[in-house]
Each structure stands twice: as structure tokens, then as C-alpha cells.
């Protein structure tokens, strides 16, 4: 029987994955393997597989004995491949250890570097005076990290004992301190890692390994793991890989060097080389922003200059990229970018160590960008011709194109900056400031707006890098934990600023101080800080991201309309890309003015005569909204919905509104009390609105369709096509909408002829009362169009109150009884089967029935691929989420045709057997 294999080589000239193996190696082992496949120089190690993770949860760190036993066998090839062995302290091979899932999830678990330094170890390595400083430096590495990932003490103690430590010596970077400086901060931590753990640091090798092996595997479940899983909907993955690669070491000396990059610029997306580089350091200096580091390119180290007022003579001399330093091989490395971009056809992130002149590949990985970035990396790689058109479209996440409506400031604001730093991540934001992840995730909870303040950020951060309105470090670069995480969640950010000093909870930046709960504002396109609250520009959607919304109407087959209810609302949908009006709430036009005084008078009139005097001062100002709103669309459809709320919403319920009232429209006060009383329900969801309103009182309903149709015509006499589409909400009856429809018709076509004017207009029916899904067949007798109110259906679907449901539905994400918020994204197996239900009954009666949805599900990406799956028209969303809807509908397009591809090669490929 043949062994079930777990761990993969890398190294030499071929490697035992491939690309094509994300699910089993992760994402930066089956990268790492490729690396090794197309010949370019990537230090060699192992894999061990996410379905070894699987076994290590579910068996709560139990792995089978084939799992060492590959482990030990796959050593001896990486100790082939150095010429060292692993445990010799004559000879050390040391490893990282690092996680790798399928999907990117930076920072978010754990790594051990430099494991396999003992005392023995690095007493021999240092024997050679030229190793001396980087055996401790590593060691010194090496005991917090150990400390912190594997006996789960945290870094907090060792970080206080190196800052106090260095204070005593009057230094301020880690690289200022001596060989002696070093040793003695070895003793120091050895004596604290004793004193946390209560017992010594592990001095075998291969104790170390499988520790970390197993630590990488727990982080799996790690609190920040789980939480980024959850916020990025990343699901249906076995786990992670634990990636052990020999190590290179940066920190050999000046021809030694470690950096980050990316193939494009990832913050805009411009097509130039975009990285930093530290000479003498590793890894974990560049990308934790333990020391700001310099530029790659000479161009971007000039322009890194002139931003930060740094003389031409003191940039050559401190801060020279390394395409002046290393021109060999910065050329090498360009060579390398550009064939990991052609190969992947994405741009890259990769990482990459120097060590005593050779070059070494440590990552390359599809790199996080912004959208703005996602944007133009898109369009020009469909102009270079790296990708299609579809691809273009499918790489646009349409959870995130809401990042394209990052408010600005306003360049033309005078305005001055106290400091500036990196511009890590764009857009703009003001908060009050706060100085750690959990008072930013408090402040938040409190609907305070906020800016977490740090001197640099972790992936411990990341709750309150969510909460924050933006990130202000005064450490680290552009590749920093915390430009690449603000990256991907599209915050604003600008780190590295160097004139930020904290102190407990005040922060003087720029000679300026600050205590907790002070505004300030920051500009993470330009990389500056203000002080105060700072207005900001919302800004528009125009240049590329009009060529991927062009090319997703192109490839889409649903439509996108939007919820409108005012002349603007439609004007802005209109010029995002809406296609119609998918629901304009006609009670929305009530409130304000004369409108709700003569909507009050309406409802407290005793009699019909009474309804109908308020009703006709109503009339002109709905039809003047209308004419509005069909004007805005310029022809295309516009469903308009009629009054569906209970009428207690309209009336004051407090006394002195209520005297207020009865003295404005010369009634009684007790009149209006009564009234008011007489109004009130006890569960006025189910209760006396919606088409029983129009039942009760059809001369509301008749009111509003003289109003549509009289708008209606007098565009249509302006020129202009119009297509109004009358919709009756809450029927749960056939009966319902018979008779309101036929009071709409009578309505209409009495205002029509008296005009001597003909309009096409549509009549239908909002579905969400279950009754109405599951006698849709009847009910499609009278409709010619269904438009499912998911908002409504939910919470009848589900028995959920919209407004109460907050006290439990949190609870019942945690536990993944819902995995997500069923009023935020289409609960798809229940209510979403009652849609399922409700469109194949109308249209076994009524074949070509338009059916579309209006809830708050519209603008939901997950909900939109339902929609496009069950065979919808079309569906609405609010003004601002017409661009993610029309991304999400053309994804949802491209993601069937290549099932259906899939499927088709999958039917040939078997038939061939």
C-alpha cells in the first residue's frame, strides 16, 4: 500500500510540488516549488502538507509516525543541498519556519527564525571573527521569537529589556549595538526566557524543529487567524503548511542584504520596480519596521529623498538604494521580477536575501494591493497583453471596490501638515486618537471615530486596524505589517513618520503634543499629519476603473438598478452605471416640509372626503419627485413602490409635537392624541400596512398612481422615453393584488385618456411574505414582475427581528450557526430557496416574468452570484454600491462560463478514458 505522502522537497533543479498544488503546499510552498522549477536560486527545504495540519487539529497535535519519518528523510536532502548538517555546531544548518495557506494571509501566523542556534552552535560560528557579530545578533533574534510563537510568552518582556538596554547605552537602533552589547543581551534574555517559561531554552535542534513545526500548525486557530479568516469570508481551506527552508543569512555583513518588493507599485499600481532593502539585516528588520529601511531603485531612493529633505551627499553615503550599492545584483533581481510577473501573469510580492554576494528567492506570491492599484494593474496588463479582458474583470474583488470611494483632502485646502511619513496606504481620514487595538475596537463599539497611534504596528493589531478610521506608526516602510495590512483592507495609512514620539498615552509629532482623544488627521496619499479634524472630499469614479466597469457590462448578464427615492439619489446612481430604478420608497418623499404636514392631515382626517383634500396637496409634490427621478434615468425602468409602512411612523408621539401638530392643521390636540393612540400596533411589522393600506384606503393608492402616470406623461411630452413600473407591497394573496391592480388600472388609464397620451406602464408585486414565495404561481397570474424584498423576507423567513436580531446573531456567527449576517448577505439555503421557489412558479405561469430583488442584498457580492445563479433580471442596491454590483454581476458571469468550461473538458477528458 503506498504511503500517503506529507511532506514535499524543494531544492536543486526540481522540486516535488508545483504551482498547481496551493491546496495541498499552500501558497508559498507551491510557489516556492515553482521557483525551484524554473531554475531560479531559492535555498532549499521542505513542505509539510495543510491536510498535515487537518490531522494536527483533528487529532489535537497527534501527527502519524510517517510524518517524522518523511521529515527526517527530506533533511538529509536539504543538508545535501548546503553541504551543512542540521545540529552540528561545526557546521549548523539552520532553518526557517514559516506557515503557508492557500490563501494570503500576511502576518496573521507564525514563524520561527534562525531555529537550530543553540550555545554550542553559536560559540562555534563565532569562533570565526568575521561571524562573530551575526551569531549573536541571530541568537538574540532567535530566544524572543522562540519565546513568543512556540512557549507562548509573548514578545512584550523581551521588547522592554532591549528598549532599556539600549536607552542605558544611548543608542537607538539595534545595528548600533556591539559584539559585547550582543552578547551581554543574550545572557539577559536566556535569564528571562527562564524566568517566563520557568524553564531553560531548548538546546537540541531538532526539539526546536518539531516545536515550531507544531506551534505554526496551532496558529492555524489563533485568535488573529480566525478573525482575518472570518473578515475575508476565507473558507473550505484544510489549513496551513509549514514551510522549513535552510536559511540565508542577510546579517553576514556588508555584502550581505535582505528586502522586500513588489513587480508594480502596489499602492497605484504603476508599472516600475517597488521595494526596500536593508544591507546587514534580515528579513524581519524590513518588514516589522524595526528599522526604516531604503529604496531598491536610485529613482525611488531620489524621491525618497527630496520628500524626507535629505542631501544628495547624505543619501549616497546613509541611505543608497541598492541599484547603486549592488548594480549586479539589482540587475539579477529586476531579471527574476520580470519573469515571476510574465510567468504568474499578476503582479509579485517576493522577498529575497543577499547573502555574501549571491543572491536568494525567498517568497514570491501574487501581491496584495490596493484597489486603486487592482485598478490599473488590471487595465494595463490586458494592454500588455499578460491577460484577457475577463480575467481583468474576475481579479476586481467587488467587496472591496467601495475602497475606490476613499474620501480625500482637498489639495487645494490651505491647510498646513504638522508631519510627514510614508504614504503607506491612500486615502484620507480624521479621528480621535487612541493607542492600542482594543481601545480602538472600544471607542469604535461607541461609534467614535478613531486613529490608532503606534510606534509600529503586529498582526496583534489587527481588530483595532479594523475598527480605526486610519493607522499612524512612526515606525517602519512601505512594506511594513502595517502598509501592507492597511493595503488590504483599504485604510488609510502613513507609517515610518519619524517626528511621532509616544509616551504612555500623549504622542508629540512634529514638536506638537497629543493625549488620548485629541483629533488629528491623516493624508495616506501623500503621507502627512495634521493636526485637528481636517475636512475631506468624497471623490468619483472615472479613468480605469470606467474601462473595467465598460468591460464588466460587457460580460455580465444581470442587470443593476438602485434604490432611489429622490431626483439625486437617481442622478448619482445613473452616473455610477445604474440601469433603472429598482425601488424608490415613495415614503421616504413624505418627510419635511409640507410634505409630512399634509401626509399628517391625511392621516387624521375622519372621513374619505377629509383623506382625499390632504391627498390632492400631496399630488403635485409626488409628482413633481417622480418626473424627477424618470428624468434622472433618461428611459430606463423605474419601479416605484407604494406606501408600505404603517401610518403611526408619520405621526408625532411625543405632547409637545403633538400640540404643535393639532395647532398647525386646526384641530383639536385630543384629536390628535386619540388618533395617534387609535394608530398604534403591537407588532406593526405584521400589522396595517403595505397593500393593505391601499386596501383600507385606496384612495392613498390612487393618489400615488395619478401621481406616477401624470409624471410619467409629462416627461414623455418633454421628449424623453419613460418607463414606470407600479409595484404593490406586502401582497401574501392573489387576491391582494387584484384588487389594488385593478384600482391602479382604472386609475391610470382615467388619467391617460384625459391627457390623450399613451405611456407603457407595468404593474407587479414585491415578494416578501413567505405565503407570497410559495403561492407564486397564483399570484404571477396577476403580476408582470416580481421584485423579492429580502429585508422583509428575512426577517419573516427567518423569525429574526431585524432591529432585536443584534443580540444573538454575533453569537451565532462565532458558533457558524449563520456564517454570516443573513440581513447583510442572502441567507441562500432558506429565505434564498424561497426565492428559488417563487421564480420557478411565476414563470410556469408567466414564462417571460421579470423578477429582480430591492432588499439590501443588492449591493452584497455573495448575494448577487445567487441572484445571478437562480436566474434573476436584475438587481437594486443603494446609489454608492452600483459599482460593486455590476462587478459582482460580471464575476458571477465569468464564474459560470468556466464551470461550464470546467465541466465541458471534464466530460471530454473522461471520455477519452
Known sequence: ?????????????????????????GGKGANLAEMINLGMPVPAGFTISTETCAIYQQTKGNLPKEVKEQIEAAMKRVEQDFGKKFGCPKNPLLFSVRSGAAASMPGMMDTVLNLGLNDETVEHIARNPARERYAYDSYRRFIPMYADVVAKVGRHDFEHVLDEFKAKLGVKLDNELSIQNLKELVVQYKALYRKLTGGNLPQC????????????????????????????????????AVNVQGMVFGNYGDASATGVAFSRNPSTGENYFYGEWLRNAQGEDVVAGIRTPQQLSKKMSLMWAAEHGVSEADRVAKYPSMEESMPELYAELVDIKDRLEKHFTDMQDIEFTVEEGKLYMLQARNGKRTMIAAVKCAVDMVKEGLIDIEEAVSRIDPEQVDHLLHPYIDPNLKVKHIAKGLNASPGAATGQIVFNATDAVAWNAQKKKVIMVRLETSPE?????????????????????????????????????????????????????????????????????????????????????????????????????????????????????????????????????????AMREMILASDTKGREAALSKMLPLQRKDYAGIFNAMKGQPCTVRLLDPPLHEFVPHDAQAQADLARKIGVPVESVVKRVKALHEENPMLGHRGCRLGISYPEIYNMQVRAIIEAAIEVKRQGLPVAPEIMIPLVGKKEELSFTKQQAIKTAETVLKAAGVSVDYTIGTMIEVPRAAITADQIAQEAQFFSFGTNDLTQMGCGFSRDDSGAFLKRYNQLDIYRRDPFQSLDQEGVGELVKIAVTKGRSVNPLLKCGICGEHGGEPHSIDFCHRVGLNYVSCSPFRVPVAIVAAARAAIKEKRAVEAERRRLAFGSKL
Open 1 to 25: 500500500m503506498t504511503q500517503p505522502k506529507y511532506v514535499y522537497y524543494f531544492g536543486g533543479k526540481k522540486a516535488d510540488g508545483d504551482r498547481t498544488m496551493k491546496q495541498i503546499l
Open 461 to 597: 493589531d489587527l481588530a483595532g486596524m479594523t475598527s480605526a478610521q486610519g493607522v499612524l506608526t512612526a515606525r517602519g516602510g512601505m512594506t511594513s505589517h502595517a502598509a501592507v495590512v492597511a493595503r488590504g483592507m483599504g485604510k488609510t495609512c502613513v507609517a515610518g513618520c519619524s517626528d511621532l514620539t509616544i509616551s504612555g498615552k500623549t504622542v508629540t509629532i512634529g514638536g506638537k503634543t497629543f493625549k488620548e482623544g485629541d483629533w488629528i488627521s491623516i493624508d495616506g496619499t501623500r503621507g502627512l499629519v495634521f493636526a485637528g479634524q481636517v475636512p475631506l472630499v468624497k471623490p468619483s469614479l472615472r479613468g480605469d476603473f470606467d474601462t473595467i466597469i465598460t468591460w464588466c457590462k460587457q460580460v455580465k448578464r444581470l442587470g443593476v438598478r438602485a434604490n432611489a427615492d429622490t431626483p439625486k439619489d437617481a442622478q448619482t446612481a445613473f452616473d455610477f452605471g445604474a440601469e433603472g430604478v429598482g425601488l424608490c420608497r415613495t415614503e421616504h418623499m413624505f418627510f419635511g416640509g409640507a410634505k409630512i404636514d
Open 205 to 240: 535542534g531538532w526539539t526546536q524543529l518539531y516545536e515550531s513545526i507544531n506551534a505554526v500548525f496551532r496558529s492555524w486557530e489563533n485568535p488573529r487567524s480566525v478573525t482575518y479568516r472570518k473578515m475575508y469570508n476565507i473558507t473550505g481551506l484544510l489549513g496551513t
